[in-house]
């Protein structure tokens, strides 16, 4: 394999920000935010709106995710004048 032509593996957090669950794995995605962790463990974090701890799927409840205004720009963009 080519030298230097990878992007660099390693461990992150990922944050749910709806439900505030955070779980470490592996990832090539970077971010300057870090967390230090219940193991004294600094780790960047990446944040993220849904995950197993908020999905409707997993969860078992239907939770309705509004970011940023998507659904009133939506509704303010469609309807009938």
């Given at each position: 394999?080519?030298?230097?032509?990878?992007?660099?593996?390693?461990?992150?957090?990922?944050?749910?920000?709806?439900?505030?669950f955070?779980?470490?794995?592996?990832?090539?995605?970077?971010?300057?935010?870090?967390?230090?962790?219940?193991?004294?463990?600094t780790?960047?974090?990446?944040?993220?709106?849904?995950?197993?701890?908020?999905?409707?799927?997993?969860?078992?409840?239907?939770?309705l995710?509004?970011?940023?205004?998507?659904?009133?720009?939506?509704?303010?963009?469609?309807?009938?004048?």
């Open positions: 394999m080519k030298k230097d032509i990878h992007p660099e593996y390693r461990e992150v957090v990922f944050q749910d920000t709806t439900s505030d955070k779980f470490i794995t592996r990832s090539t995605m970077t971010s300057s935010e870090t967390i230090t962790m219940e193991d004294g463990k780790y960047p974090v990446i944040k993220v709106e849904v995950s197993s701890q908020s999905h409707p799927f997993y969860t078992g409840k239907n939770v995710l509004d970011t940023a205004g998507r659904v009133e720009k939506f509704m303010n963009r469609y309807k009938k004048k």
